[in-house]
């Protein structure tokens, strides 16, 4: 069992910046990639993005150039850093584990952008 938690969310003007953190214990050896999902109100969850036990990210094409993924090994903890937020980003914020078996998610962090 892998266990998430997320922290960070929180209300910000358009352009602004949020850091969100997802902190991971329990068996996280067995993880071979995390994650960051979001889901807004009305719309189906989707993958905002990816990151490899070897660092290797990926992102989806609406955030690339403002959010950026990045994890501490030492601390357990994945970070999504979104800078120049658009009030389309206003979303609960999911963070994930998974390997080869599993899919691991966290209870989610608000985040809203006004305009």
């Known amino acids: 069992q892998v266990q998430l938690v997320e922290s960070g969310g929180g209300l910000v003007q358009a352009g602004g910046s949020l850091r969100l953190s997802c902190a991971a214990s329990?068996?996280?050896?067995?993880?071979?990639?995390m994650a960051w999902y979001r889901q807004a109100p009305g719309k189906q969850r989707e993958l905002v993005a990816t990151?490899?036990?070897?660092?290797?990210?990926n992102y989806e094409d609406s955030v690339k150039g403002r959010f950026t993924i990045s994890r501490d090994n030492a601390k357990n903890t994945v970070y999504l850093q979104m800078n120049s937020l658009k009030p389309e980003d206003t979303a609960v914020y999911y963070c994930?584990?998974?390997?080869?078996?599993?899919?691991?998610w966290g209870q989610g962090t608000q985040v809203t952008v006004s305009s």
């Open positions: 994930n584990a998974a390997n080869y078996v599993d899919d691991y």
């Open positions: 329990g068996n996280i050896f067995s993880i071979n990639v």
């Open positions: 990151i490899t036990n070897g660092g290797s990210a």
